[in-house]
């Protein structure tokens, strides 16, 4: 549902691209509302890569923006592999709207080692972290 992601996709061999549509989000360039999740929700997915604003051990996984949240809860739903990709600043954050919690995913992809405890209770929910040493 992201303008952005659509433009950089379009220029890559072998992709398929299809586009959400929906009431477009000015602020953050994304599509959202009934017709965005009444598209999104007809199609499956291998793969799904969802970002956030705030992933917590408790309080699961959030976003600033309930509509956002929306569409990204969706997709999970729709996908084989979920993964969520989140800096190292996201890590410990929660934000107002509720995505779902931690075990939907089964990657954790960020740019920093997040720790021993979240590395230890990712293990225990069976959660694949995958991150860059600095």
Known sequence: ?????????AESDGIK?????GTLRGS???????????SLGSYYADKAFVSCTGVD?????T???EQEAEMRKLM????QRKILVADNTKLGKTSFSLIAGLEAVDYLVTDKDP????????????????YRKA
């Open 1 to 9: 549902n992201a303008v952005k992601i659509a433009i950089a996709l």
């Open 115 to 130: 720790g021993a405890e979240w590395l230890a209770e990712l293990d225990r929910r069976k959660i694949v972290s995958l």
């Open 17 to 21: 691209l299809i586009c959400t549509g």
């Open 63 to 65: 976003d600033s923006d």
């Open 76 to 79: 999970l739903g729709q996908a």
């Open 57 to 61: 051990l408790q309080n699961g996984i």
């Open 28 to 38: 953050q360039l994304s599509f959202v509302g009934p017709a965005a999740s009444k």
